[in-house]
T-cell receptor, first 114, second 116 residues
Framework: DGGITQSPKYLFRKEGQNVTLSCEQN?????MYWYRQDPGQGLRLIYY???????QKGDIAEGYSVSREKKESFPLTVTSAQKNPTAFYLC?????????????FGPGTRLTVL | AQKVTQAQTEISVVEKEDVTLDCVYE???????LFWYKQPPSGELVFLIR??????QNEISGRYSWNFQKSTSSFNFTITASQVVDSAVYFC?????????????FGKGTTLSVSS
């Protein structure tokens, strides 16, 4: 079955630690995205990538980093510089990065900083 | 700037009632797309519909229907004969034709609770 997988489902981090969230898709989509969701809020864009080896900052990129070495994978690292990282993180992909294609989402990773 | 407003934060209905979720958007572009997603308690966003700015026809899919009105910049979503399984957070989103590439602008969502 084609789809988007994210791991882990739950992640606990101590303050000062970097953590990496995994996102993999087998839909053969060119574009991938990372969003952050806080309680009672909509989704906010962290980073997006329209093609392998290229990515752009979204609205709230500070304290996060990404890589796109393979078409299928778009990992997100939450660094110690991110002041308030506790949130629900959603990865998405779309056929192309033109902005108007439908984005399909993974199941999400819930990150909690202890 | 683009903006999506979902004024209803929470709605509670009893099964079999019809319910309409409102979505109002702002954009300067003439070409844009509107989306609705459902987020059940599991957390994953489920795609429901995508509509472009040139297609104002209403759409019906089973118990779901969408009313797009450019004159009022609204894209409302109606669930007919609601069921408990419809309980979820529903998001309206907007994207514009942008060659630089962009992502969706989401509203803050409407939490729908359907009781039996």
């Amino acid at each position: 079955d084609g789809g988007i997988t994210q791991s882990p489902k739950y992640l606990f981090r101590k303050e000062g630690q970097n953590v990496t969230l995994s996102c993999e898709q087998n839909l053969n989509h060119d574009a991938m995205y990372w969003y952050r969701q806080d309680p009672g809020q909509g989704l906010r864009l962290i980073y997006y990538s329209q093609i392998v080896n290229d990515f752009q900052k979204g609205d709230i990129a500070e304290g996060y980093s990404v890589s796109r070495e393979k078409k299928e994978s778009f990992p997100l690292t939450v660094t110690s510089a991110q002041k308030n990282p506790t949130a629900f993180y959603l990865c998405a992909s779309s056929i192309s990065g033109g902005g108007t294609d439908t984005q399909y989402f993974g199941p999400g990773t819930r990150l909690t900083v202890l | 700037a683009q903006k999506v407003t979902q004024a209803q934060t929470e709605i509670s209905v009893v099964e079999k009632e019809d319910v309409t979720l409102d979505c109002v958007y702002e954009t300067r572009d003439t070409t844009y797309y509107l989306f609705w997603y459902k987020q059940p308690p599991s957390g994953e966003l489920v795609f429901l519909i995508r509509r472009n700015s040139f297609d104002e026809q209403n759409e019906i899919s089973g118990r779901y229907s969408w009313n797009f009105q450019k004159s009022t910049s609204s894209f409302n979503f109606t669930i007919t004969a609601s069921q408990v399984v419809d309980s979820a957070v529903y998001f309206c989103a907007l994207s514009e034709l942008n060659q630089a590439g962009t992502a969706l602008i989401f509203g803050k969502g409407t939490t729908l609770s359907v009781s039996s």
